[in-house]
């Protein structure tokens, strides 16, 4: 599958500092913090200790304060075990609380390509939702796909030679905070400068509101019409933010991006991802995606047609696939191997059944020696 090789070029072009300026219209306004040796080498240690100037958030005293005093004599050692100095990093984090103030005081993190989607079970609020240094250095130091940044950036690109090498620059990248519908956030595949497919971001549920017309409920009881839009009308939507925004506008010819529906014609850009297996297809397969062979296209921006067939009621004349997930129903979440053991994981999903026959029959087994 040629179309779908990855190189090192390919990675950097979706770095966030190499895309965001070029479209800062049509994205979530952010801030972008140069992160020295010294700080690299403190996200990418070992550990989660926070460093000097960080204050973990304060809670409400537990109920029964009374036990505080035997609680302290079951913590108390006779000094054996080593005790763990906090790092110095004043300016980063003095840069962190600067760019947080400027963002509206809530911020998500990222790195130069990911976010710690997958760390978020460790967060006080269960997203990627800051409001300290602290908050984001513990979901950074959290992330498993962090980590991957950090150490192997390139590691499935066809020209690497050593899949340690690591980028030659690193940046902490801090995000506005925006609640976001999770239904209204969809992955766009591109070859050729052309859409191909494009399917929902949270690939894991099913959105009723994405293909139908139904009522909702509000808070004081009563009911009002909510008219989400039709699938067709979604595709339109996307095909004419593409060509007007994105279309030639991004070095690669082949590649992915993820795009959030705020409003009826409105989008935000998310993110930039290489066309290739280090992407998640999601709703599609990579030799699905290999296959499709778009229409010859002006590259050198958005052409007449392009938005034309965008503006166009008739679905016919836009080729690219649209997939949503028609399934009802509770799927695991895509980080849960982050979270837990891996043979948990495996039951829960389903992956090795055998694991699970064993645990019957050593239960059983044991249960009748003791008959």
Same mark, same amino acid.
């Given at each position: 599958?040629?179309?779908?090789?990855?190189?090192?070029?390919?990675?950097?072009?979706?770095?966030?500092?190499?895309?965001?300026?070029?479209?800062?219209?049509?994205?979530?306004?952010?801030?972008?913090?140069?992160?020295?040796?010294?700080?690299?080498?403190?996200?990418?240690?070992?550990?989660?200790?926070?460093?000097?100037?960080?204050?973990?958030?304060?809670?409400?005293?537990?109920?029964?304060?009374?036990?505080?005093?035997?609680?302290?004599?079951?913590?108390?050692?006779?000094?054996?075990?080593?005790?763990?100095?906090?790092?110095?990093?004043?300016?980063?984090?003095?840069?962190?609380?600067?760019?947080?103030?400027?963002?509206?005081?809530?911020?998500?993190?990222?790195?130069?390509?990911?976010?710690?989607?997958?760390?978020?079970?460790?967060?006080?609020?269960?997203?990627?939702?800051?409001?300290?240094?602290?908050?984001?250095?513990?979901?950074?130091?959290?992330?498993?796909?962090?980590?991957?940044?950090?150490?192997?950036?390139?590691?499935?690109?066809?020209?690497?030679?050593?899949?340690?090498?690591?980028?030659?620059?690193?940046?902490?990248?801090?995000?506005?905070?925006?609640?976001?519908?999770?239904?209204?956030?969809?992955?766009?595949?591109?070859?050729?400068?052309?859409?191909?497919?494009?399917?929902?971001?949270?690939?894991?549920?099913?959105?009723?509101?994405?293909?139908?017309?139904?009522?909702?409920?509000?808070?004081?009881?009563?009911?009002?019409?909510?008219?989400?839009?039709?699938?067709?009308?979604?595709?339109?939507?996307?095909?004419?933010?593409?060509?007007?925004?994105?279309?030639?506008?991004?070095?690669?010819?082949?590649?992915?991006?993820?795009?959030?529906?705020?409003?009826?014609?409105?989008?935000?850009? $998310?993110?930039?991802?290489?066309?290739?297996?280090?992407?998640?297809?999601?709703?599609?397969?990579?030799?699905?995606?290999?296959?499709?062979?778009?229409?010859?296209?002006?590259?050198?921006?958005?052409?007449?047609?392009?938005?034309?067939?965008?503006?166009?009621?008739?679905?016919? +004349?836009?080729?690219?696939?649209?997939? $949503?997930?028609?399934?009802?129903?509770?799927?695991?979440?895509?980080?849960?191997?982050?979270?837990?053991?891996?043979?948990?994981?495996?039951?829960?999903?389903?992956?090795?059944?055998?694991?699970? +026959?064993?645990?019957?029959?050593?239960?059983?087994?044991?249960?009748?020696?003791?008959?």
């Amino acid at each position: 599958m040629e179309d779908i090789a990855c190189t090192k070029a390919n990675v950097n072009s979706c770095m966030f500092a190499a895309w965001y300026n070029v479209f800062k219209r049509h994205t979530i306004r952010s801030e972008i913090i140069p992160l020295s040796a010294a700080e690299v080498d403190y996200l990418r240690a070992d550990g989660v200790v926070m460093p000097e100037g960080c204050e973990a958030p304060e809670f409400a005293a537990r109920p029964n304060s009374d036990n505080d005093d035997s609680d302290a004599e079951d913590w108390e050692h006779d000094g054996s075990f080593d005790t763990v100095k906090a790092p110095k990093l004043p300016e980063l984090v003095e840069k962190i609380k600067r760019s947080i103030k400027a963002l509206g005081g809530t911020v998500f993190p990222k790195l130069n390509w990911s976010a710690p989607q997958d760390a978020t079970w460790m967060s006080f609020n269960g997203t990627l939702r800051c409001q300290s240094p602290y908050d984001v250095f513990l979901l950074l130091k959290a992330s498993d796909f962090v980590t991957h940044d950090l150490t192997q950036p390139y590691k499935d690109c066809s020209d690497c030679n050593d899949i340690d090498e690591r980028a030659e620059s690193y940046e902490l990248v801090l995000r506005r905070w925006r609640t976001v519908i999770p239904g209204m956030e969809f992955r766009c595949f591109v070859k050729k400068h052309t859409l191909v497919g494009v399917c929902q971001r949270d690939d894991s549920a099913f959105y009723e509101y994405l293909k139908e017309e139904h009522k909702k409920q509000t808070e004081d009881g009563n009911y009002s019409e909510f008219v989400a839009q039709q699938t067709e009308d979604i595709r339109a939507e996307i095909q004419h933010f593409f060509c007007q925004n994105i279309r030639g506008k991004f070095p690669l010819e082949n590649y992915v991006v993820d795009v959030y529906r705020r409003g009826k014609d409105r989008f935000w850009i $998310i993110d930039f991802n290489p066309f290739s297996l280090v992407t998640d297809a999601l709703l599609f397969t990579w030799d699905e995606l290999a296959e499709m062979q778009p229409e010859e296209a002006d590259t050198n921006g958005a052409s007449d047609e392009c938005c034309a067939s965008a503006a166009s009621a008739n679905a016919d +004349v836009m080729a690219f696939e649209f997939r $949503i997930n028609r399934q009802q129903g509770v799927q695991p979440s895509p980080y849960l191997s982050n979270r837990l053991p891996k043979d948990v994981v495996d039951l829960s999903t389903g992956q090795d059944i055998n694991k699970f +026959v064993d645990l019957f029959q050593t239960k059983h087994l044991g249960g009748s020696d003791s008959d």
